[in-house]
């Protein structure tokens, strides 16, 4: 490769890299913890979905019965999402069709600016969470969980309360797009930029040399293993963020802004329409024993929606959408239209028949990104591709920095310099302590939910960050948020333990393997970093006469 060439893609991939690295950085973190968000679910509420998995009942009769007492039901669509692996349903329920029932619409009154997703609507529409395990509405916000908020966070979705504001799509998830979007950027920069050396590099890793060449090192064998696992993830990334934002002059171009009408053909709910017929129907109607019967049909599949159009007329319908396992198709989606009058199947394609077109893509760069065809294996090797991510852009910016600590280079510059990687290594690697922290606290909280959650992680975050600036030393940052992660990380199965009773061999033997997992993962991490934190103090006592990075830029001012 001509030195031109490798300067441009040098200097691209390198100041690409520095422009997104804080907020990538926290984007893998949390997306890595995120592939674990209903195991982190059952291990805050300290009620395992795998152990109970089978023997919970989902009563949709129970639940219309509810709204009955509330609402006409007459007339009305109400559609049950099953959510995946937790024992609820998100409900939401339109407006009546029927003419006499319209006209018993209550007037809408004002309402308190609320946050969450608790029961929400007009006053005779409804959109609420419901617990099938607890009979019950779930709030949103005080059923919080500390995975739904890592999860929220990889796509920088608390952003969206900070700056209201929407372009196209809110800020936070357009700002996660354009980071994505340059991430991808710096990916291919980086693959041609190494691309000569590519297979000597990968083998070389000098661990005990001085700390610059670790970090090259480093930054050069886990960016090639990982390459390919972050490339799918940008590419992945951009499209799921960017779906809203892109789709939006297709929309006006080829459905006259009708978005509705975009995301049926695009097979987003229930794509058929049912008229009216104003007429009440005259049988009865069992909506339960009609998902059993089609749940027992369906083998290795599982139910995603239950729809119901028309609710108490003559033309009244149900829609069962499922979707299979990932062992047995991976992008199988099927769906039963019965009409109640006459109990006729209208149409059914079984979840393990041949998927459409639209189908595959979807489900192919679904499945892509959040790693759920695999089982918990494959989580699990998504969770450390991750991680190692994330060790890819701290070594990165070291080997910015260390580049650009030189004595022909401007004080000011150097200054500057100094602290990017400043503010940016404390406030990165304060991720995983306070992240076990935040866990610890939720321990002795009753029923932490959304503004807790906000509360311990986020402050104490805030803190150790501006704690490690003032420190003004990279290298005690290194070892001290080490330390931390190894004690925190420690204490949290410990106390969970003496706190709830959640000792390994209790919840293996109930079963409860969600929560047994959370507690043996922070264990395996308390181990790793505190091997690391031992190394290090090894390696800074076996070369006394380094000058730490905080006394070159500490004599900045002197030279």
């Known amino acids: 490769m001509d030195n031109r060439k490798y300067n441009i893609y040098f200097n691209t991939h390198t100041v690409s890299g520095i422009i997104i690295c804080a907020i990538l950085y926290v984007m893998f973190f949390a997306g890595s913890f995120s592939f674990f968000r209903d195991d982190l679910a059952a291990w805050q509420k300290n009620e395992s979905y795998l152990s109970q998995k089978g023997l919970i009942t989902k009563d949709f009769n129970y639940v219309l019965d509810s709204l009955s007492r509330h609402h006409t039901l007459k007339g009305r669509d109400v559609d049950f999402t099953i959510q995946r692996n937790a024992p609820g349903a998100y409900v939401s329920m339109t407006a009546s069709h029927d003419p006499e029932v319209q006209k018993l619409k209550p007037k809408k009154k004002p309402e308190a600016k609320r946050g969450g997703r608790g029961r929400r609507g007009d006053g005779d529409s409804a959109f609420f969470t419901y617990d099938f395990s607890k009979k019950k509405e779930a709030d949103y916000a005080t059923s919080y969980t500390m995975g739904e908020f890592l999860y929220r966070l990889h796509f920088l979705a608390q952003l969206n309360q900070v700056f209201p504001f929407r372009l196209g799509v809110p800020f936070g998830y357009l700002l996660a797009g354009i980071v994505s979007f340059i991430f991808l950027f710096a990916l291919i920069t980086g693959l041609l930029l190494h691309w000569d050396k590519l297979v000597s590099n990968f083998f070389t890793f000098r661990p005990w040399t001085k700390w610059k060449t670790v970090w090259t090192d480093l930054h050069t064998v886990l960016g090639v293993i990982g390459f390919p696992y972050q490339l799918v993830f940008a590419l992945t990334g951009v499209i799921l963020i960017f779906n809203s934002f892109l789709i ?312």
């Open 248 to 559: 939006i002059p297709y929309t006006k171009l080829f459905y006259n802004g009708n978005e509705e009408k975009i995301y049926k053909d695009l097979n987003y709910g229930v794509k058929q329409e049912f008229p009216y017929a104003s007429k009440p129907l005259q049988s009865s109607f069992d909506i339960n024993q009609l998902v059993s019967q089609v749940q027992q049909k369906w083998e290795r599949s599982d139910v995603s929606l239950v729809a119901i159009r028309n609710y108490g007329d003559e033309n009244m319908y149900v829609v069962i959408q499922g979707k299979a396992h990932t062992d047995a198709q991976l992008n199988g989606q099927g769906e039963l239209i019965y009409r109640v009058r006459d109990q006729k199947v209208m149409a059914e394609h079984s979840p393990l028949d041949t998927p459409s077109y639209i189908d595959t893509v979807k489900g192919f760069i679904f499945h892509l990104h959040f790693g759920d065809y695999g089982g918990r294996p494959l989580r699990v090797i998504y969770f450390v591709l991750g991680i190692m991510g994330c060790l890819v852009i701290n070594s990165g910016v070291m080997i910015w920095l260390v580049a650009r600590d030189k004595k022909n280079i401007p004080v000011r510059k150097r200054a500057f310099n100094f602290w990017t990687a400043n503010v940016y290594i404390s406030s990165s690697l304060s991720m995983l302590p306070v992240t076990a922290f935040a866990m610890i606290a939720l321990l002795f909280l009753d029923k932490p939910g959304q503004p807790e959650i906000y509360h311990w992680y986020f402050y104490p975050w805030l803190v150790l960050s501006v704690y490690f600036l003032i420190r003004k030393d990279l290298d005690l940052v290194n070892r001290q948020s080490t330390f931390l992660a190894a004690v925190s990380c420690f204490l949290l199965p410990v106390l969970d333990g003496v706190v709830r009773g959640n000792w390994f061999w209790n919840t293996l033997n109930r079963q409860a393997y969600d929560i047994l997992f959370i507690d043996v993962l922070f264990l395996i991490l308390s181990l790793l970093s505190g091997v690391i934190w031992w190394k290090m103090e090894q390696k800074r006592r076996a070369e006394p006469s380094a000058v730490p990075i905080k006394e070159k830029v500490g004599q900045l001012g002197h030279a």
